[in-house]
C-alpha cells in the first residue's frame, strides 16, 4: 500500500514531522522558548526563518514544538474513535436487539452540526488536552459506528460467517476473527480522516480560545496569539497556519490513497478504463 | 407521501430525546460544583446554595431533567446568569445576524459550487478534472478561522475593500448589510464550495451515462442544453441532501466566522457565554442550533422523497 508513490509523499512527510516535533531540543538552531525582548516580532530572516512572536521567541522553533500537541490529540482522538465505533458498530451490527438502541444514541450525537458538540464539551468540562480529546472523540466516534455497521451487515450474510455460527463458533470470535478482518480497511481510512478532522477541530478550539490551554504551544493556539499583531507581524499568523493545512493535506491524501488501495474495484476500473483507451486508440489509428 | 411524512417524523422522537438529555448534561458534566463554578472562588456559602435553588440543582436529577424538559416545551429556556435575560430573548436578539450571515454564505456556496460543477463536467476529459480534485481535497485540508484571517489580511488591510469586523442590519439598508457580511459569508462557504461541487460532479457525470442524457444527444440537443436540462437538473435531486449537510456545516462554521468578524449572532454568543460559564444561555444554544439542524434534515429528507418518488418506498 505504501509503496504506492502517491501514498508514500504524505506518510514521509507525517513521519518526519512526527520525528523533527519530539526530538526538537536536539537540532533547533534557536530555542523556541527563549525570550529576547530585543527581538519582538522580527520579519523572517537567516536567524529567524519564520520570524519572530511578541515575545521575540522563534517561531519556527515554536512552530516545529506545536505540532506535538497537535499530533497527540489528532492521533489519540483517531485512535479512540476506531477503537469505541468499532466495538459499538460491531454490536449495532451483529446483534438486532442492540442495533436500534445503539443508532438511537448514534442518531442523537450526530444531531450537532461539527465543532458544536465538541464546544458544548469543552463548556462543560473545561479546557485541557485530556478535555479536548474527550471532547472530539465524542463527537467523532459515531461516524465509526455507523461504519462499522454497514459493513458489518454486508459481511454477516457472507457464507464463511453462517457457516461458522451453525459449526457453533461463539460470538465473540466470530466477531474477531471472521468479521472484524474484514471490514478493517474502511476502519482504517475513516480513522485517518477522523486524524485530519481532529487536528483542524483542536486547532479551531484552541483558536477559540476554549481548547488547550494558552500556555501550551499548539498551531491553534499561537494562531490565537498571533491574532492581534496580524497587521504588525503577518508571518506570525502565516506559518502556523501553512503547518496544519500541510498535515491536514497529508492526511487525507493518505485517507484518499489508503481508500483507493483497499479498494480492488476502483484498481480493477482504473486498469479497464486504460484498456478501453488503449483500444479506443488502435481503433483511431 | 403522507404515510413516509408521518415515518420521519416519529424517528425524530428518539433523537430529539438524545440530543435533550446530552444538551442536560453539559451543566452536570462539570468537575465540582457547577454552582460554585459559575459564581467563581470566592463566593459565600449561602449565594451558592441561592443559585443552586434558582437553576435546580439541588433536586435529583431526573426531577430536575423533567422540570427542565417541561420548561422547554413552554417555550422556557432560563434566564441568563450573566444578563439575567431570558435565554429565548437573547437567541431572539441574536439570530437575526447568523441567519443573515447564513444565507450569505448559502448564496455564494451556490453560486460558485454550481457553475463550477457543470464547468468541470463540460471539460471532463481535459487537465481540469483532476486539477479540480486536488483543488477540493486541498480546500478541505484549510482551517476556516487561518483562511480568515488571511481575507482580513488581504482584503480588508492591506487593500482595504471590506471591513473586517461588524455587523449592519439588513433595515439600515441592503448595500452595506451585504458589504459586511461578504467576507465572512465567504469564509464560511469555503469548506462547503468544494463539498457541494465535487458531489454535484460526481453525481452529474454519474447522469451523463443515463439513457435519458443519449436520447437527448441523440436528438441533436446542444450539448450545453444537455449539460443544463437533462444532466443538471437529474443532478440537482442527490444534491438536496447536500444541502442539508451544508447547513449544518455552516451552522458550526458560523460560531468562527461571527467571533473573528465580531458579528453579534448566536455562534458568538456561544462563545462568549462559554467564557462566562453562562450555562443556561450555552445549554439554550447549544439545543437550538441541534434542533434546527434536525428541522432542517427533516425537510431536506421529505424534500427529496417529494422530489424523487422513489425514496418513499425504500
Not at chain 1, 474495484?265 to 488502435?282: E, H, T, V
Not at chain 2, 457553475?115 to 477540493?136: E, H, Q
Not at chain 2, 447522469?207 to 436528438?219: E, I
Request: charged fraction near 15%; proline fraction near 5%.
Amino acid at each position: 500500500m505504501l509503496s504506492r508513490k502517491r501514498n508514500l509523499i504524505p506518510f514521509v512527510f507525517l513521519i518526519l514531522l512526527f520525528v523533527a516535533t519530539i526530538t526538537a531540543e536536539w537540532w533547533l538552531p534557536v530555542s523556541p522558548s527563549v525570550m529576547d525582548s530585543g527581538l519582538r516580532l522580527m520579519a523572517p530572516s537567516s536567524e529567524n526563518w519564520f520570524g519572530t512572536d511578541h515575545f521575540g521567541r522563534d517561531l519556527f522553533g515554536q512552530t516545529i514544538v506545536a505540532a506535538r500537541v497537535s499530533l497527540l490529540v489528532g492521533f489519540t482522538v483517531a485512535l479512540l474513535s476506531t477503537v469505541l465505533g468499532t466495538i459499538t458498530g460491531l454490536l449495532a451490527g451483529y446483534y438486532k436487539r442492540l442495533d436500534s438502541i445503539i443508532m438511537r444514541i448514534i442518531d442523537g450525537m450526530l444531531a450537532f452540526p461539527s465543532l458544536l458538540l465538541a464546544l458544548a464539551l469543552v463548556a462543560a468540562l473545561g479546557g485541557s488536552v485530556t478535555n479536548i480529546i474527550i471532547a472530539l472523540t465524542f463527537s467523532f466516534w459515531p461516524v465509526i459506528t455507523r461504519v462499522v455497521r454497514s459493513s458489518v451487515l454486508q459481511v454477516k450474510t457472507i457464507q464463511y460467517v453462517e457457516a461458522a455460527k451453525t459449526s457453533g463458533v461463539k460470538d465473540p470470535v466470530i466477531l474477531a476473527r471472521y468479521i472484524l478482518p474484514n471490514i478493517l480497511s474502511p476502519i482504517i481510512v475513516q480513522g485517518t480522516f477522523i486524524f485530519a478532522r481532529s487536528i483542524l477541530a483542536e486547532a479551531a478550539l484552541s483558536f477559540l480560545g476554549v481548547g488547550v490551554e494558552p500556555s501550551i504551544p499548539t498551531w491553534g493556539n499561537m494562531l490565537q496569539e498571533s491574532q492581534i499583531y496580524i497587521t504588525l507581524a503577518p508571518w506570525f499568523s502565516i506559518f502556523p497556519g501553512i503547518f496544519i493545512v500541510m498535515t491536514v493535506l497529508a492526511l487525507n491524501l493518505l485517507g484518499d490513497g489508503l481508500r483507493d488501495a483497499f479498494d480492488p474495484y476502483a484498481k480493477g476500473k482504473k486498469k479497464a478504463r486504460k484498456r478501453l483507451f488503449k483500444q479506443k486508440k488502435q481503433y483511431a489509428s | 407521501m403522507l404515510h413516509y411524512t408521518l415515518r420521519r417524523l416519529v424517528a425524530i422522537i428518539p433523537v430529539l430525546f438524545i440530543v435533550s438529555i446530552i444538551v442536560f448534561m453539559i451543566i452536570h458534566l462539570t468537575p465540582g460544583n457547577p454552582a460554585f463554578l459559575i459564581l467563581g472562588e470566592d463566593s459565600s456559602p449561602e449565594a451558592v446554595e441561592q443559585l443552586e435553588q434558582q437553576l435546580g440543582l439541588d433536586k435529583p436529577k431526573v426531577v430536575q431533567y423533567v422540570d427542565w424538559v417541561g420548561n422547554i416545551v413552554t417555550g422556557d429556556l432560563g434566564a441568563s446568569i450573566y444578563s439575567e435575560q431570558p435565554v429565548s430573548e437573547i437567541i431572539g436578539e441574536r439570530i437575526g445576524a447568523t441567519f443573515s450571515l447564513m444565507v450569505v454564505a448559502m448564496l455564494i456556496t451556490l453560486l460558485i459550487a454550481i457553475p463550477t460543477a457543470i464547468f468541470i463536467v463540460w471539460k471532463r476529459n481535459t487537465v481540469m478534472d483532476p486539477l479540480f480534485l486536488s483543488g477540493s481535497l486541498l480546500g478541505t485540508s484549510i482551517p476556516e478561522f487561518w483562511l480568515a484571517l488571511l481575507l482580513v489580511l488581504g482584503l480588508g488591510v492591506a487593500i482595504p475593500i471590506f471591513p473586517v469586523a461588524g455587523y449592519v442590519p439588513i433595515s439600515e439598508g441592503i448595500g452595506d448589510w451585504l458589504h459586511h457580511l461578504l467576507l465572512p459569508g465567504l469564509v464560511l462557504a469555503f469548506v462547503e464550495i468544494g463539498l457541494i461541487a465535487r458531489m454535484l460532479r460526481d453525481s452529474m457525470l454519474e447522469s451523463l451515462n443515463q439513457d435519458y442524457t443519449k436520447t437527448a444527444r441523440g436528438k441533436g440537443v446542444k450539448e450545453s442544453t444537455v449539460l443544463v436540462r437533462h444532466v443538471l437538473a437529474n443532478a440537482l435531486i442527490p444534491t438536496t441532501t447536500v444541502i442539508g449537510l451544508t447547513v449544518a456545516g455552516l451552522l458550526g462554521g458560523t460560531v468562527i466566522a461571527e467571533t473573528i468578524f465580531t458579528i453579534p449572532g448566536i455562534g458568538q454568543l456561544l462563545i462568549d457565554s462559554i467564557h462566562r460559564r453562562d450555562y443556561p444561555v450555552i445549554q439554550g444554544v447549544v439545543l437550538f442550533i441541534a434542533c434546527v439542524y434536525v428541522l432542517v434534515n427533516l425537510i431536506v429528507d421529505l424534500l427529496y422523497a417529494f422530489l424523487d418518488p422513489r425514496i418513499r418506498y425504500d
